[in-house]
């Protein structure tokens, strides 16, 4: 609820006052004679700029969040391969929203692995930033 607040006598000019909402102080209203507003509460705070690229250890950080998921595919993979072992990479792009897209297996591709890791990526999301990369290959060893 937005509520005016008076100051104390002798702290601030009468024409000053402070808007409060649940204890916080939401801005200063300086009214003229009239009672006219001559300022407005201060201005937002600017948004932090957006990094131009991501960095290696941007996307192996974003990766690392999604750990769980990996382990899922590769023990589903082993599940049906007891014996499976190996590398295989995937290659995809991450937008300058931090999407996923365009993603596929490039080499060591296992039907069955590739595909559960595809889903996965699909639904990853790395950190916003201007300028799209070119696509990135990284290795998955089981």
Avoid at 37 to 50: F, N, Y
Avoid at 85 to 101: C, Y
């Amino acid at each position: 609820m937005l509520t005016r607040k008076q100051p104390s006598p002798g702290v601030f000019p009468r024409s000053l006052r402070l808007w409060h909402a649940g204890g916080r102080t939401l801005g200063l209203l300086l009214l003229g004679m009239a009672g006219t507003a001559l300022a407005q509460e201060p201005a937002p705070a600017k948004p932090a700029a957006l990094p131009e690229r991501l960095t290696s250890a941007d996307i192996m950080s974003s990766v690392k969040l999604h750990k769980p998921e990996i382990v899922s595919c590769v023990n589903a993979q082993k599940a049906r391969e007891p014996e499976a072992k190996g590398k295989l990479v995937m290659r995809w792009s991450i937008q300058p929203d931090g999407k996923t897209a365009e993603i596929s297996c490039v080499s060591g591709c296992s039907p069955q692995l590739a595909g559960c890791l595809t889903e996965q990526i699909q639904t990853w999301t790395f950190p916003a930033h201007q300028v799209q990369g070119a696509p990135i290959d990284f290795p998955f060893t089981f």
